[in-house]
């Protein structure tokens, strides 16, 4: 249930921001994004994304007794407002002041949904997140608005993929941490450069209530991909002077994002959600060439310099054994100087007998590809074999 702590009528939301209203007074009992569940008395926010429009759906919302958020007021129960997203995020600010949680922001080109898990592991029942991969303009002011009153900690994980996409956050929220786990060349497509990359995520450093409480992950790159993540994580848990449910020892990475299955004496290390270039390196960097292989998918949205990057991947990891697979990994295969590498076309051409054998010789097979190369699929020839 979405709602606003303090906000109990049409009028007072009314007031609260600075809008015109039409039609009684009436009672709102939550807030409601879809116009297919919204019910009488919910304020129904109509969202505006790439490939749906909200305010299509508001006499429909009207219609079923809600109250509308709207910059072209209609004729009942409507609440008027210059910028209906400024507006959201306004009362998203209201609602943690309300509940009085710590609000703690994490951005970074990698690593953030690692880092949040890490600290609603360690936190344990007082701390609310995001769900699943809620990240992005909508998915944050959810998060946001989800939270009850029985949290102490509220940890939002923000996603950026154009220049100013968190403008309006560091216009209206206040946090009491901000993490930004690094900067690395994704989303160039959209970005065009890591500058405007560095820039976007920087924004959310206004938000804070105090600035010295900004935990920067760039400074931490001495350490490795694993003692980066505990370092924050016990960073933000020293500074809030958390009393925490879990030791951050305990952590068991979720699928996709490092998860570690032990199989036939040997270890498939899941890291198939998502890749760059940066996040590769950084989380294969724990394991050794000794007894790690390598078996990767295409990298996507790294604009013009997306064939270079694949060959200097390769190039990097020389002396680890390396399977590839992708139209990129395809003709990067041809220009990179690794002697190790090899290319397997589907789930057909992938060599489960060889990893199955690499396994049982106690290895690690370490599994990593942007979304569109659907990685997990091959792990899971190997698990269903």
């Not at 509308?68 to 002041?97: F, G, R, T």
């Not at 102490?152 to 901000?178: P, Q």
């Not at 990067?332 to 990893?355: C, D, G, L």
Request: aromatic fraction near 8%.
């Amino acid at each position: 249930m979405y709602y606003v702590a303090g906000l109990k009528s049409k009028n007072e939301y009314a007031k609260f921001l600075q809008g015109d209203t039409t039609g009684k007074d009436i009672a709102i009992d939550g807030i409601s994004f879809d116009s297919r569940t919204v019910k009488k008395n919910e304020l129904f926010i109509p969202l505006e994304g790439k490939n749906f429009s909200g305010s299509s759906f508001v006499d429909e919302a009207i219609r079923k007794g809600a109250v509308v958020l709207s910059n072209a007021c209609h004729s009942n129960n409507c609440i008027q407002v210059e910028d209906i997203y400024s507006s959201l995020i306004m009362l998203c600010q209201k609602h943690i002041e309300e509940l009085g949680v710590k609000l703690i922001l994490i951005t970074g080109s990698y690593g953030k949904t690692t880092i949040k898990d890490m600290l609603r592991h360690s936190i344990g029942s007082a701390c609310h997140t995001n769900k699943l991969n809620e990240n992005n303009e909508f998915g944050i002011p959810f998060t946001i608005l989800s939270c009850n009153p029985h949290s102490d900690y509220l940890v939002v994980e923000c996603g950026a993929r154009n220049i100013g996409d968190f403008d309006y956050l560091a216009e209206h929220l206040k946090s009491d941490v901000f993490i930004l786990t690094d900067v690395a060349a994704v989303h160039l497509e959209t970005f065009r450069t890591i500058k405007n990359i560095e820039k976007t995520k920087l924004t959310l450093k206004k938000t804070l209530k105090e600035k010295s409480i900004f935990i920067d992950g760039r400074k931490l790159n001495h350490l490795n991909y694993q003692e980066k993540n505990n370092h924050i994580v016990e960073s933000v848990i020293s500074k809030l002077h958390i009393a925490t449910e879990k030791n951050i020892n305990s952590y068991q990475p979720s699928a996709g994002r490092g998860k570690i299955i032990k199989i036939m004496g040997g270890s498939i290390i899941d890291q198939t959600y998502n890749s760059s270039p940066s996040t590769l390196i950084a989380t294969v960097t724990p394991y050794s060439n000794k007894n790690t292989s390598l078996i990767l998918g295409d990298m996507a949205e790294l604009g013009e310099s997306e064939l270079d990057d694949h060959v200097k991947v390769l190039d990097h990891f020389h002396e680890y054994k390396v399977w590839v697979t992708g139209p990129i990994f395809k003709q990067a295969v041809a220009k990179t100087k690794s002697k190790n590498v090899i290319y397997f076309e589907n789930e057909k051409e992938f060599p489960t007998a060889a990893f199955r054998l690499l396994l049982q010789n106690n290895e690690n097979l370490y599994f990593k590809g942007s979304r569109s190369s659907k990685m997990e699929r091959f792990i899971k020839l190997l698990l269903n074999d």
